[in-house]
């Protein structure tokens, strides 16, 4: 998580992992723990981060505690605080399928896209795109000016997939909730992950009038 705002994205992404039956390394920015104070009420502490990803997790789009009622499997996820770099996502060797950046601030895609590795999140990147690893970018930011759209050219050409936060409406979405796991499903998508987030569409007109490449 970089400190973008969409933590309700993240935890989506976060929630279909994990139901998928997927480990994960959790990195949470510095600027992302503002965000998420910012966005839920919830501050995220290394020594309770546990504790803190139910209490977030738990939550919908809306906010409201208590939304999903499902089992977390924290036991699944390992945190590793952002200015570690000596943690193991820092080396090509620390096994990894591939890495998903849910939400992706610009500057994060700047740091990115030129190699600078100032914190973990920037490093493993660079890691999962120099083992030719799956990198999955999903941008939060809305106009985007010339240089972020150099940079996003940048991690295509370097094999990222580029999954702008833009909802699809033709899914029948009824909720907040509804638009925010169509964002989730679609990096997921990119990630290879399998998940029933939102309703694909199979070409059938009745049910919608646009289709989604």
């Known amino acids: 998580m970089s400190g973008a705002s969409g933590t309700p994205y993240a935890a989506a992404v976060l929630r279909g992992l994990l139901d998928a039956g997927e480990s ?8 992302s723990r503002l965000t998420l104070l910012d966005e839920t009420g919830i501050s995220f502490r290394d020594a309770h981060w546990q504790d803190d990803l139910r209490e977030w997790l738990a939550r919908g789009a809306d906010g409201k505690p208590g939304t999903f009622q499902h089992a977390i499997d924290t036991d699944a996820v390992r945190h590793w605080s952002a200015g570690d770099l000596a943690a193991g996502p ?13 939400p992706a601030s610009t500057a994060c895609v700047a740091g990115v896209a030129l190699g600078l590795s100032k914190d973990l999140l920037q490093r493993a990147a660079s890691v ?3 083992e030719r690893r799956r990198l999955v970018v999903a941008v939060r930011e809305t106009p985007l000016n010339g240089q972020t759209l150099r940079h996003l050219v940048t991690l295509d050409d370097l094999g990222a997939a580029v999954v702008p936060a833009s909802p699809g409406f033709y899914a029948g979405a009824t909720r907040i909730q509804d638009l925010v796991d169509f964002v989730a ?11 029933d987030l939102y309703r694909r569409w199979k070409g059938d007109l009745g049910g919608s ?4 490449n």
Do not use: N
Not at 24 to 31: C, F, G, N, P, Q
């Open 185 to 195: 499903g679609r990096v997921l998508d990119a990630a290879g992950v399998e998940h």
């Open 128 to 130: 999962t795109l120099k």
């Open 90 to 102: 820092s080396s090509g060797s620390y096994p990894a399928k591939g890495m998903l950046i849910v």
């Open 209 to 212: 009038r646009t289709t989604d």
């Open 24 to 31: 994960v390394d959790l990195v949470v920015s510095r600027a």
